[in-house]
């Protein structure tokens, strides 16, 4: 559960962010090995596997993109080796986007961007409770940045108030 503090800073500094990663723990023995020989989205094109002794370590994407995974486990004795750890990281306009689409729960934004990573191994499955929210952060022309600004800016505060009033339900 990711505090409300991370969400409106998120938020508040979305236009000045130059970095955003997003990561969940998952209390599994599976490794990233295991995870890489399952597969992933086809659209991913390049990969890399690591193995040190400080852990292993699966890279999807390029490092060089707006927007990059890794998929790690720390090595014993390492008070997290006993947790697998998915971290979305994004860079220059792509984290502005994140960061202002955090406006809907960062979680929710997290879990969005995960499922696009499209891992195939049954232990990864997306762990969000709550109803499927779809948090698109794709590039946008100048007029549908305008749209969705006002959505989120306007529209999506005023229906909260709407309905923290009984106005709507």
Sequence with gaps: SMGEGVKDLAVSR??????I?????????????EVLALGFSARIQSHSHLISSTGETLYLGSRKSDRFARVYRYAPPSPRAEL?????EYKGDRAK?????C???VAEVFWSEYDAL????PALASQYAGEAVRVSVARTS????????WLLEVALPSLRRAIARGIVE
């Design 14 to 19: 979305a236009e000045r962010v130059t970095r």
């Design 21 to 33: 990663d997003l990561a969940h723990d998952f209390a599994t023995g599976v490794t990233p090995g």
């Design 84 to 88: 697998l750890r998915v971290e979305l």
């Design 97 to 101: 986007k994140v960061a202002a689409a």
């Design 103 to 105: 406006e809907v729960g």
């Design 118 to 121: 499209g891992l195939k191994h």
């Design 142 to 149: 100048p007029a549908e940045e305008g749209t969705r600004k």
